[in-house]
Structure formats: structure tokens, C-alpha cells
């Protein structure tokens, strides 16, 4: 990757778009180049989808439930992991270190859908226990890990120079 195409994947990140158009309006990269980068970063895997995407809230998914879960297993952290991100309502899961085994968030309609979450963990034999905490309110929750830094800093860290 050059600067033209971290410059490109910033303005994706800030304007949330991935319309040629726009870009070209936030980057003044010409249209036709925009285009061109947008397909070479897809084809080496950088770019992966063209998601929508959807406010949780809004479409009735607003209650977040960030769990530690606690296993022991005989297979592997991949198998666990596996299974964790099967469970209904779980976006997203991390394999970490320490006593913690996993972290898993989870985007939920209710009360009634925690308590189905809780179960299905508790159905897992590999799960010891969980450690749930309710979010109360979302402080900062960027739809891109982009969106957190200064185009300085991606062009300084990640351009091929």
C-alpha cells in the first residue's frame, strides 16, 4: 500500500462510504484512480465486503452484553472459539491470555435473549463459567478501527515507502 491508498481507506473509514464519488470529494483522488485502488485493494484482500451498515439500536438489537468466559477443553482454542461465535446474538469473539479465556460481545433485543445467551454457554461442556457485564451506554463504538487514527499517523505506520 502507497499513501493514495491509506489516504483512500481513511476517507472509506470517516465517511463511512465507500462510494468513488464521495471519496473523491473528501480526497480529491481522481474518480477514475478511486476506482481503480478500490479493486486492487479488494483483489489483495484488504478491502473484504461492501457491508450496510445498520444502527442496532434502530432495528431493536440495542442491549450489548460483554462476557468473559472461563473454559477447559481438550481441543483447541479455535474449536472453543468455534463454538462461542455459533451462538445466536454473538458478533464478536477474542481468544486472550491471562485467567480469561475469551472475551465475546453480544448484541441482544432483551432481557429474554440474555438469559437465552447466558443458557447457551452454559449448554457448551467446555464453559466454566462467564463473567457478564450489561452496557449501560455505548461511549464510543467506531464502525472502523480506521476511524481512530490521523491520516499521519495510517500514512507514517502503514504506506510502503
Not at 70 to 91: F, N, P, Q, W
Amino acid at each position: 500500500m502507497d499513501e493514495r491508498d491509506v489516504t483512500i481507506l481513511k476517507a472509506i473509514a470517516d465517511l463511512e462510504t465507500g462510494s468513488p464519488e464521495r471519496l473523491h470529494e473528501e480526497t480529491g483522488i481522481p474518480v477514475s484512480t478511486i476506482h481503480y485502488r478500490l479493486n486492487k485493494l479488494r483483489e489483495s484482500g484488504v478491502i473484504e465486503n461492501d457491508l450496510y451498515d445498520v444502527d442496532l439500536e434502530a432495528a431493536g438489537l440495542g442491549v450489548t452484553v460483554v462476557l468473559e468466559v472461563l473454559t477447559d477443553y481438550s481441543g483447541t482454542h479455535h474449536e472453543v472459539g468455534e463454538k462461542l461465535a455459533d451462538i445466536e446474538g454473538v458478533t464478536q469473539v477474542y481468544f486472550t491470555m491471562g485467567e480469561t479465556d475469551f472475551m465475546v460481545i453480544a448484541h441482544l433485543s432483551g432481557r429474554e435473549m440474555v438469559e437465552r445467551l447466558i443458557t447457551d454457554f452454559e449448554r457448551l461442556d467446555e464453559v466454566d463459567r462467564t463473567n457478564s457485564t450489561f452496557v449501560v451506554s455505548t461511549v464510543a463504538d467506531t464502525n472502523s478501527a480506521l476511524q481512530s487514527y490521523g491520516l499521519e499517523t495510517l500514512v507514517a505506520e502503514l504506506a510502503d515507502e
